[in-house]
């Protein structure tokens, strides 16, 4: 008889490791590194209580199963074991009251019970039967990297155990099992699942990106088992089928650009698939968020003065390592025997004690490991056609405006940044920002479901945005982005007249 | 009272800010004119960055 069994204990690093690993059925083996990364990365969240589910039927190892182990001569069993993960201390006998008194108190006190376990929550790590590669569908919270300046593309996920209902913000992560997936299908699986969500519908799991991956093109042979690897338009045809536009960007050529185009992808809440390029072979990750530096990198300015030039920290999903792993941005110049080329390093688990694999600290140049970037893919709405570019065009036709506007004195201050959003979203986060007097504007304005955002900022302030649709391309700039424009909201009072003056000539409705 | 009395002006917080600059039609068309072709050239530009070549759409991941 199938019969599940929920398990409270104290958390403690080593001890975690091995608990992975004997999950796994891996008790004689050494630990493998993603493994070791959970374990010390929760550490760090400052774990406190492990709560252990022994049958779990996750919907994406049960795919995996269903394409690959299920037909094995001796096939491993098709539940996971899930460790969810808490920064409070309870007991295994507090555990079973807090499920008591959630099972009898009323709605509104259960849901209470929840909001206060879920403050403490810090995800769950679903171990898979598969001894080398044990790591399934795994959401664990983000680390604060000691910087104000951290921007996510994660999303809110609703997790049962037993009758409570806690919630994570994250992004799900998974090793690739080298049967059904491949590092490449890791990665477009972690972006997948968060745009997916957030616009409503069901994540793909890794079978289904496989097979959506080798349906047309098989240009390395057999997709299932993975050991061959997939190309960069095998990942686009994945996206595609999964209801999505495969958005892609070359970092060889222009890499300032690339950087544009990778901050406003993040910035807008999707995460993008680097492709990178290594000395013993390729490589796919995902990136789910950045921090920026105090100042512009000069080789990542532009004509436009981009925010995005400030970008220094890219967090990923590597399948190699774990969740949120840190890598640093490194342009390099033209020389007389290489292009200009952006460099990635990421910090590997080279240290002896592994403190730097999610540290606080910068980590020594030898723990880090390099890679040449050469693209990316962002999976995006399909009714969003107006790409990056085009934001950065239409920035580029405003900018002796907004500098005529702020004066030359200010013309150094300024900054530009851009972004997608949903226009239910963006019009909500108006609040508080546009003050009284806005009911015109908003009883006026028409937005598609996602607009584009060109916005401006003085000195670190915002000072205007340019509210773009999303749903055409921008066809001739001689037309100055008019047919595109719908709205222009001023977010600096100093200067309201200007920027009202400004719609009046698209014209368009302003704050 | 016109727009040039100095009484008028002194009422516009924006002026007492120094931030306005008077901006009128003519000057904005005039200065989105001027950015026409320097965007046109950084278009250009860009739709290398936003298409993959053949190398890139090829690149082997394991």
């Known amino acids: 008889m199938v019969e599940n069994r929920i398990v409270a204990e104290a958390f403690n690093v080593e001890a975690f ?24 990365y929760c550490d760090r969240l400052g774990a406190r209580t492990i709560v252990c589910e022994e049958h779990y039927i996750d919907r994406h190892f049960l795919d995996e199963h269903a ?35 959630s099972a009898s108190a009323a709605g509104q006190t259960s849901r209470q019970i929840c909001d206060d376990l879920s403050r403490a929550y810090l995800g769950f790590i679903s171990i898979r039967p598969l001894r080398s ?10 680390l604060e990297d000691g910087e104000p300046r951290d921007i996510w593309a994660t999303g809110t996920h609703d997790v049962h155990l ?8 994250g992004l799900a992560f998974q090793q690739q099992d080298r049967a059904v997936g491949a590092c490449a299908t890791a990665a477009v699986w972690s972006a997948l699942s968060r745009v997916s969500r957030h616009e409503g519908m069901r994540a793909p799991t890794p079978a289904e990106v496989s097979q959506a991956a080798g349906r047309h093109v098989l240009p390395n042979g057999r997709i299932v088992p993975a050991v061959a690897g ?66 512009p990198h000069p080789l990542l300015q532009t004509s436009v003065p981009v925010r995005s030039a400030r970008m220094s920290k890219i967090y990923i999903h590597d399948d190699r390592l774990g969740p949120y792993a840190r890598s640093f941005l490194h342009p390099l110049p033209r020389t007389d025997d290489f292009d200009e080329c952006l460099l990635l390093a990421i910090e590997t688990p080279r240290d002896a004690h592994g403190d730097e694999l999610v540290g606080n600290g910068t980590p020594r140049a030898e723990d880090r490991e390099e890679w040449v970037l050469d693209s990316a893919i962002a999976p995006v709405y399909p009714k969003l056609r107006l790409p990056a570019r085009s934001l950065i065009t239409l920035a580029e ?93 001023c977010l600096d009072s100093r200067y309201r007249g200007d920027f009202q003056q400004i719609a009046s000539i698209f014209p368009v409705p302003s704050t | 009272m016109t727009d040039d009395d100095p009484k008028t002006k002194k009422a516009q917080p924006a002026a007492e800010h120094g931030a306005s600059s008077a901006l009128t039609p003519e000057t904005i068309q005039r200065l989105l004119r001027e950015s026409v072709v320097g965007a046109h050239e950084l278009d250009e530009k860009l739709k290398r960055v936003f298409e993959l070549s053949q190398a890139n759409a090829l690149v082997r991941l394991k």
């Open chain 1, 17 to 40: 490791e091995k608990l992975l690993s004997k999950a796994a059925g891996n008790d004689k083996t050494p630990v493998v590194n993603q493994v070791r990364y959970l374990a010390r």
């Open chain 1, 67 to 101: 394409l690959f182990y299920s037909r094995s001569l001796q096939p491993p069993p098709n539940h996971v074991r899930r460790f969810h993960v808490f920064s409070r201390e309870f007991s295994d006998a507090q555990l079973s009251e807090l499920l008591e008194e």
């Open chain 1, 133 to 142: 590669v044990p790591v399934g569908r795994t959401i664990l919270r983000r």
């Open chain 1, 162 to 169: 037993a009758n409570l209902t806690l919630t994570i913000d």
């Open chain 1, 230 to 295: 997939l190309n960069v338009q095998q990942l686009c045809e994945a996206v595609r089928s999964s209801g999505f536009a495969p958005e892609v960007v070359r970092a060889d050529e222009r890499p300032e650009f690339f950087v544009v185009a990778l901050h406003t992808y993040l910035l807008s809440g999707i995460p993008v698939v680097l492709v990178l390029l290594g000395h013993d072979g390729d490589h796919a990750v995902t990136a789910v968020g950045f921090q920026s530096a105090a100042a």
């Open chain 1, 397 to 489: 036709l405003l900018g002796d405006l907004i500098e005529h506007i702020v004066g030359p004195e200010n013309a150094t201050k300024l900054g530009v940044e851009f972004y997608f959003e949903r226009s239910g979203s963006y019009l909500s986060k108006l609040s508080g920002r546009i003050g009284l007097g806005c009911a015109g504007f908003l009883r006026r304005v028409a937005l598609p479901r996602w607009c584009g955002i060109v916005k401006w900022f003085l000195d670190e302030r915002p000072l205007a945005e340019f509210v773009y649709d999303t749903t055409d391309i921008l066809r001739d700039e001689h037309l100055l982005g008019a047919e595109l424009l719908r709205a222009v909201v």
